[in-house]
C-alpha cells in the first residue's frame, strides 16, 4: 500500500517536474508574454485551450503535448524535457566520429557546434519576436479602431452642437 503510494506520488512529481521545464521553453520563447498560448499551441500543433489549461497546470501536460514540442523544436533536448539532465537546447547534434582527428578537424567540429548552437538560439529568439510583432499588431489594431470610434464620437458631438447652434 505504501509502495503504491510512493510511486503515485514519484509520478506526481516527475509530472510537476515536466511541466516546469516546458514552462521553462514556453517563457524562453514567449518572453514571459501570457497571450502567447495561441502563438506556442499553433507551433506545436496543439489545440489553444488545451495548451493553455496545460501550461496553467489546470491539466496534466499530455503525451501527444510532449511529443508535439519535441517534433516542433528538434533543438530541444528531449533527456532534459523529460528527465532535466543536461541543458535545454541540443548544442552539439553532431555525429562522433571513431579514430583520431587532427586539432583542426576538432576545432572545425567544435565550432560548428558552436553555430549551430548560436542559431538555435537565434531561432528562439526570431519565435520570440513573431510573438511580439504579433502581439503589437493586435494592440495597432485595437488602437485603430478606437481612433475610429473616438472620430465619430466627435463627429456626431459637432454634428449635435451644429444643429444646436442652428435652432
Partial sequence: MLHLLYLELKQISMKQCV???????????????????????????????????????????????????????????SEWLLRGKGEMLISDNLPKFHGEESDSELDVHAELA???????????????????????????????????MLQDELNRYQESKKKKSIV
Fill in 114 to 148: 558552436r553555430k549551430t548552437a548560436e542559431l538555435e538560439e537565434l531561432k528562439l529568439q526570431v519565435l520570440r519576436l513573431d510573438a511580439q510583432k504579433d502581439y503589437l499588431q493586435e494592440r495597432n489594431d485595437d488602437l485603430v479602431v478606437s481612433c475610429r
Fill in 19 to 77: 511541466l516546469e521545464r516546458v514552462l521553462q521553453l514556453y517563457e524562453s520563447i514567449s518572453n514571459g508574454d501570457d497571450r502567447f498560448y495561441s502563438k506556442f499551441a499553433e507551433l506545436i500543433d496543439s489545440n489553444k485551450k488545451t495548451v493553455s489549461q496545460q501550461l496553467k497546470g489546470e491539466r496534466s501536460i499530455s503525451l501527444d503535448t510532449i511529443l508535439n514540442i519535441l517534433s516542433a523544436f528538434p533543438h530541444i533536448s
